[in-house]
């Protein structure tokens, strides 16, 4: 059985991590930027399990990974629910145009 190496692992999550923050810093709208983010975490977390491959206990670069997928869920959820209120108050999604924060 071939053994992928680790360096590939890296440049996949390299790549996955410049998109992720890529759309984080270009799109206009709250969901847009969320999903940036979790683009970035989904590469911490691929670090994370392909580490863990070399790790002679084997199991806390996995458990750290499912710990971050647990947060990322939650960090979501209140996400969002802040995007929907901020919606529901300034009826857009666009960072630039919800002024009455930056005051």
Same mark, same amino acid.
């Given at each position: ?13 390299? !790549? %996955? $991590?410049? &998109? ?12 847009? +930027? @969320? ?29 750290? !990974? %499912? $710990?971050? &997928? ?12 802040? +995007? @929907? ?19």
């Amino acid at each position: 059985m071939n053994i992928i190496p680790l360096e590939h692992y890296l440049i996949v999550a390299a !790549a %996955l $991590f410049s &998109i992720g923050l890529t759309i984080t810093i270009t799109k206009r709208h709250f969901i847009g +930027i @969320l999903l940036g983010i979790e683009l970035m975490l989904n590469a911490v977390n691929l670090n994370l399990v392909a580490f863990s491959r070399y790790d002679p206990e084997k199991l806390s670069g996995q458990l750290f !990974a %499912l $710990f971050v &997928i647990v947060v990322a869920a939650a960090e979501v959820t209140v996400a969002l629910a802040i +995007i @929907l209120r901020v919606y529901g108050h300034f009826k857009t999604v666009d960072p630039d145009k919800v002024s009455e924060l930056k005051k």
